[in-house]
């Protein structure tokens, strides 16, 4: 498909489909908590359910049948459950599900946003895997593509390009993540960043530019730019601070820049009041959760999708009081922990 046809395809889809009403901003609410015994954090799932269901069994926060067994515990995943492997419906509906239910044992699953998913909610769906688009197929699928085909009038030889990038389950799945959409609605509500216990968690990180920013800014600034400016945001997305090179969703410095950075990560921490940066995003070298920094960054995408990184794995970084565990399915290994500020 020609980039001048994909991008004529974006505007007639948008109008056909999407509701252009601003969506009302909710109130803000907290993003930090202190004197939480146990926190489990998650990094990126890319549809890999079986994988993500096992590493859950595995840290205790579920039984066997999938339901919350963490009572106090917070269970932070980092974001990026959608794209590249087929069922990150089934992941998103898990996370849904242990949100109420942890809540309502007087824990907590924080689901934090990713770039993955604001690239879903930007409408750009290069990365989606097949199997995303078929879990939203139903009976009427052969119907409602027809329409949304004759709704974009596209030349005979348009059509026939057009239909084969239009798979079932396509128009259901855009509709999905609109404003109005059962997972748009849910997915632009979710936060970027919380703080547990000092330790500050974000799917890509925190650069020097944003490090001056606290968590219930970041946080209300990505919403407002994906609900109230989503058409500037879409307009304009490396302007956003939900789509640019150094914003949280998509930074990459404090997984990717020399030890020699150490005083700028120090200063950061300082800006946010944090002990340490625990991220995702940038796949460990080892397949394994790594320390950076005497302790002060901890990355924990060990490559849970076998479709994206052969050899990768599923992973849990344990935060119990003072210690720290790295869970796999098959080894527990200790984390080394940051010093505590004055120490």
Same mark, same amino acid.
């Given at each position: 498909?020609?980039?001048?046809?994909?991008?004529?395809?974006?505007?007639?889809?948008?109008?056909?489909?999407?509701?252009?009403?601003?969506?009302?901003?909710?109130?803000?609410?907290?993003?930090?908590?202190?004197?939480?015994?146990?926190?489990?954090?998650?990094?990126?799932?890319? &549809?890999? #359910?079986? +994988?993500?269901?096992?590493? !859950?069994?595995? $840290?205790?926060?579920?039984? /066997?049948? %999938?339901?919350?067994? *963490?009572?106090?515990?917070?269970?932070?995943?980092?974001?990026?459950?959608?794209?590249?492997?087929?069922?990150?419906?089934?992941?998103?509906?898990?996370?849904?599900?242990?949100?109420?239910?942890?809540?309502?044992?007087?824990?907590?699953?924080?689901?934090?946003?990713?770039?993955?998913?604001?690239?879903?909610?930007?409408?750009?769906?290069?990365?989606?895997?097949?199997?995303?688009?078929?879990?939203?197929?139903?009976?009427?699928?052969?119907?409602?593509?027809?329409?949304?085909?004759?709704?974009?009038?596209?030349?005979?030889?348009?059509?026939?390009?057009?239909?084969?990038?239009?798979?079932?389950?396509?128009?259901?799945?855009?509709?999905?993540?609109?404003?109005? &959409?059962? #997972?748009? +609605?849910?997915?632009?509500? !979710?936060?970027? $960043?919380?703080?547990?216990? /000092?330790? %500050?968690?974000?799917? *890509?990180?925190?650069?020097?530019?944003?490090?001056?920013?606290?968590?219930?800014?970041?946080?209300?600034?990505?919403?407002?730019?994906?609900?109230?400016?989503?058409?500037?945001?879409?307009?304009?997305?490396?302007?956003?601070?939900?789509?640019?090179?150094?914003?949280?969703?998509?930074?990459?410095?404090?997984?990717?820049?020399?030890?020699?950075?150490?005083?700028?990560?120090?200063?950061?921490?300082?800006?946010?009041?944090?002990?340490?940066?625990?991220?995702?995003?940038?796949?460990?070298?080892?397949?394994?959760?790594?320390?950076?920094?005497?302790?002060?960054?901890?990355?924990?995408?060990?490559?849970?999708?076998?479709?994206?990184?052969?050899?990768?794995?599923?992973?849990?970084?344990?935060?119990?009081?003072?210690?720290?565990?790295?869970?796999?399915?098959?080894?527990?290994?200790?984390?080394?922990?940051?010093?505590?500020?004055?120490?």
């Amino acid at each position: 498909m020609s980039l001048r046809f994909a991008r004529a395809l974006t505007v007639l889809f948008v109008a056909a489909f999407v509701v252009v009403a601003p969506y009302p901003l909710t109130a803000a609410s907290t993003c930090e908590w202190d004197g939480v015994e146990r926190v489990v954090a998650i990094g990126d799932v890319h &549809g890999a #359910y079986d +994988r993500f269901m096992e590493i !859950l069994k595995t $840290t205790g926060v579920v039984d /066997g049948e %999938l339901k919350w067994a *963490g009572g106090r515990t917070h269970v932070v995943q980092l974001g990026d459950v959608l794209d590249r492997g087929d069922d990150s419906r089934k992941a998103m509906d898990l996370v849904r599900q242990l949100e109420r239910q942890a809540k309502s044992a007087g824990g907590a699953f924080h689901a934090l946003m990713g770039n993955h998913e604001v690239a879903r909610m930007l409408g750009d769906l290069r990365l989606v895997a097949p199997g995303e688009y078929a879990a939203f197929a139903n009976p009427d699928s052969v119907s409602l593509r027809e329409s949304y085909l004759k709704a974009l009038r596209p030349s005979a030889g348009d059509r026939d390009e057009l239909l084969k990038q239009t798979p079932l389950g396509f128009v259901e799945m855009r509709q999905a993540f609109g404003r109005d &959409g059962d #997972y748009g +609605r849910w997915l632009r509500q !979710l936060p970027v $960043t919380v703080k547990i216990n /000092g330790f %500050l968690f974000v799917h *890509g990180g925190i650069s020097p530019a944003v490090s001056t920013l606290g968590c219930e800014e970041i946080n209300e600034q990505i919403k407002r730019e994906l609900t109230n400016d989503l058409e500037k945001t879409r307009a304009t997305p490396l302007a956003s601070l939900a789509a640019r090179a150094d914003g949280p969703l998509w930074y990459r410095g404090l997984a990717q820049e020399p030890d020699t950075f150490a005083p700028q990560v120090i200063d950061i921490l300082g800006k946010t009041h944090s002990r340490a940066i625990v991220v995702a995003h940038t796949v460990t070298p080892t397949g394994r959760i790594t320390t950076r920094f005497d302790g002060r960054v901890i990355q924990i995408d060990t490559g849970m999708q076998p479709a994206y990184v052969q050899g990768g794995r599923a992973s849990a970084l344990d935060i119990h009081r003072d210690e720290a565990t790295a869970i796999y399915l098959d080894r527990r290994d200790p984390v080394p922990m940051p010093k505590r500020p004055g120490t």
